[in-house]
């Protein structure tokens, strides 16, 4: 059996984690989602995702572990948006910036037994000095020898810690475990 991973934005970091994933074929299912019908097309020819799914509610009704790759004034509404549709024990990582804003809508909105994390990747220094964004900027090394902060908010159970440092890791960085106040110091 599977486990099914949604990434929801497939830009440069969302289609950086389908690409990374693209080695564990056999442990996980990749379903990608973005607004822009375009991207989510490019991003499965391009092997980031292994199927695509235009209805964001239906793209995490199956999934295990969803990925937020999404700007920070979107990521409200989304978790609005599929917070009905999420299954019991799915965990939700988040990428964009302020982790502690996050962390407050996800307690608000997320239903008991559902589980946010946000994390703060960083990029292979190989990538540092490339310019550009979205899809064409994705690589499958991106995460590569970097670190990774994983901010769980207070009282989150263990297995769904374990399940996000599992997941850098398997991105090729290393986990780093953080609070989201001082994540978000640090990025400042």
């Known amino acids: 059996m599977t486990a099914q991973i949604t990434i929801i934005g497939l830009g440069q970091?969302?289609?950086?984690?389908?690409?990374?994933?693209?080695?564990?074929r056999e442990k996980f299912q990749r379903v990608g989602h973005d607004k822009n019908s375009d991207t989510a097309r490019a991003a499965q020819r391009a092997g980031a995702v292994d199927s695509i799914q235009f209805n964001l509610p239906a793209s995490v009704e199956q999934a295990d572990?969803?990925?937020l790759s999404l700007p920070l004034d979107e990521v409200r509404a989304t978790l609005e948006f599929i917070r009905e549709d999420l299954k019991e024990g799915a965990v939700v990582l988040d990428v964009s910036p302020a982790k502690r804003q996050g962390e407050t809508w996800a307690r608000e909105i997320l239903p008991a037994g559902r589980y946010y994390l946000g994390l703060v990747p960083a990029i292979n220094p190989?990538?540092?000095?490339e310019i550009?964004?979205?899809?064409d900027s994705a690589h499958d090394d991106?995460?590569?020898?970097?670190?990774?902060?994983?901010?769980?908010p207070?009282?989150?159970p263990e297995s769904a810690v374990?399940?996000?440092?599992?997941?850098v890791a398997l991105l090729g960085a290393t986990p780093i475990l953080s609070d989201s106040t001082e994540a978000d110091g640090l990025l400042a």
């Open 13 to 24: 970091l969302g289609g950086s984690v389908g690409l990374a994933l693209a080695a564990h």
């Open 65 to 67: 572990l969803v990925i």
């Open 126 to 129: 190989i990538r540092l000095l």
């Open 132 to 135: 550009g964004g979205g899809l």
């Open 142 to 152: 991106l995460f590569q020898g970097a670190t990774c902060l994983v901010c769980p």
């Open 154 to 156: 207070s009282g989150m």
């Open 162 to 167: 374990r399940l996000a440092t599992d997941f």
